[in-house]
């Protein structure tokens, strides 16, 4: 498992140092497909205890989601309450790119791609603000795990900084880094939704199937890797 994830590193590393390099846009897609791999790794390393998994979980942190953030709001709603009303993976964000109907959803879905690489950047910068507070607020053990998660949520920013500084030109590199992110966004949103989020219409037959069958709906016992999950 290890080597397959460190050659989907690789390959991220490969194409973001390929569009530094060269200013190409087909690349800075490339590179942003890529992410959803580094995503990937993160959120498989993540589900094991710390002291196993060890860095691994902030390959997630190279695509701007913040694994010490992801590991509480996965462990404790979608694990437990897994594409439920209840799960807040599902119910507060999912649910908005799924309902066509949805004006909300349809703002999300045009202008979602656009805005997050300036989100990302922005959400970095707001973390690693937070944690270097906390870091100074706190003592002993504490404060040292916070400042030992300012590298990991930096990784957007050093990204952006690479491109600036690759192309020297402000405008260039963060064009390249907005095209990475759109590409990562467009790629990414229908893989966690056709899989990782998948769920029936809550008005079919199926959910009226799983809301009155041998395991309800609204308990417990469907979890991730049954059906739908």
Request: aromatic share 12%; glycine share 10%.
């Amino acid at each position: 498992m290890k080597a397959a994830c460190t050659a989907v590193l690789a390959q991220f590393g490969a194409l973001h140092v390929a569009t530094r390099s060269t200013g190409s846009w087909l690349l800075a897609a490339l590179t942003g497909i890529g992410l959803a791999g580094c995503w990937g790794v993160g959120h498989n390393f993540m589900h094991q205890a710390k002291s196993k998994a060890g860095l691994w979980p902030y390959a997630m942190d190279l695509s701007g989601n913040f694994a010490e953030n992801f590991r509480i709001t996965h462990a404790i709603s979608h694990h437990l309450d897994t594409n439920l009303e209840t799960d807040w993976e599902y119910s507060d964000f999912f649910p908005e790119y799924r309902d066509p109907d949805n004006s909300k959803g349809k703002f999300m879905t045009t202008t979602g791609a656009v805005l997050n690489g300036p989100l990302t950047i922005f959400s970095s910068l707001v973390f690693i603000r937070d944690v270097v507070k906390k870091a100074f607020l706190g003592k002993g053990v504490a404060s040292h795990k916070h400042l030992g998660h300012v590298l990991p949520v930096a990784l957007p920013l050093l990204q952006l900084l690479s491109y600036i500084r690759g192309r020297r030109s402000f405008s260039r590199g963060a064009l390249l880094y907005i095209v990475q992110q759109m590409f990562f966004y467009l790629f990414f949103i229908p893989l966690a939704l056709g899989v990782h989020h998948s769920a029936p219409d809550p008005c079919s037959r199926e959910a009226e199937d799983l809301q009155s069958g041998e395991h309800p709906r609204n308990t417990f016992a469907w979890m991730e890797g049954q059906r739908g999950a």
